[in-house]
T-cell receptor, first 111, second 112 residues
Framework: QKEVEQDPGPLSVPEGAIVSLNCTYSNSAFQYFMWYRQYSRKGPELLMYTYSSGNKEDGRFTAQVDKSSKYISLFIRDSQPSDSATYLCAIKGSGANNLFFGTGTRLTVIP | NAGVMQNPRHLVRRRGQEARLRCSPMKGHSHVYWYRQLPEEGLKFMVYLQKENIIDESGMPKERFSAEFPKEGPSILRIQQVVRGDSAAYFC??????????FGPGTRLTVL
């Protein structure tokens, strides 16, 4: 079983839509949760970082963690064409050195 | 504050040659991580280094691959006798003491 599973999409939405991106993970020891955005042929860019259950908001982005279900989500409000990218979830255990990444969801926001 | 820098951005090697990938972490960051991304796959951890020390190389192939982070200068990921299966994007990330990792733009290695 993979440490983290992510629906690869692709996902296409019209401009202004609310986007929901999701990952599940297998090990309850994971405690740190991140979302990265990766444009084509670029490096991943850290969007959100959280370590507790609940919601964390930053502008149009909201990260949600449900540790009881081992489920994390990223919501994008009022989506823009510039949001078109691949979104990667990443998780990390306490004391661990490396991140475990999902395979990424490719999002296209259509003007 | 400059971000993580990697060079070269693109590297072409023939089978059997050596590839050297360089990474300069963000200012103030002493932790460096290397990841590999194959087409249509997520990033896979390779190695974690601090200055002059390899802390965790559990994701590194046992042969042909090595990494270092000397006291002075960038971190180096070295691949000897490259094969076509080594073609991938190699990303370096750095972090301060916290858990957040910041990635560089990557080096795209193509083995002919």
């Amino acid at each position: 079983q993979k440490e983290v599973e992510q629906d690869p999409g692709p996902l296409s939405v019209p401009e202004g839509a609310i986007v929901s991106l999701n990952c599940t993970y297998s090990n309850s020891a994971f405690q740190y949760f991140m979302w990265y955005r990766q444009y084509s042929r670029k490096g991943p860019e850290l969007l959100m970082y959280t370590y507790s259950s609940g919601n964390k908001e930053d502008g149009r982005f909201t990260a949600q963690v449900d540790k009881s279900s081992k489920y994390i989500s990223l919501f994008i409000r009022d989506s823009q064409p510039s949001d078109s990218a691949t979104y990667l979830c990443a998780i990390k255990g306490s004391g661990a050195n490396n991140l475990f990444f999902g395979t990424g969801t490719r999002l296209t926001v259509i003007p | 504050n400059a971000g993580v820098m990697q060079n070269p951005r693109h590297l072409v090697r023939r089978r059997g040659q050596e590839a050297r990938l360089r990474c300069s972490p963000m200012k103030g960051h002493s932790h460096v991580y290397w990841y590999r991304q194959l087409p249509e796959e997520g990033l896979k951890f390779m190695v974690y280094l601090q200055k002059e020390n390899i802390i965790d190389e559990s994701g590194m192939p046992k042969e042909r691959f090595s990494a270092e982070f000397p006291k002075e200068g960038p971190s180096i990921l070295r691949i000897q006798q490259v094969v076509r299966g080594d073609s991938a994007a190699y990303f370096c990330a750095s972090s301060p003491i916290s858990n957040e990792q910041f990635f560089g733009p990557g080096t795209r290695l193509t083995v002919l």
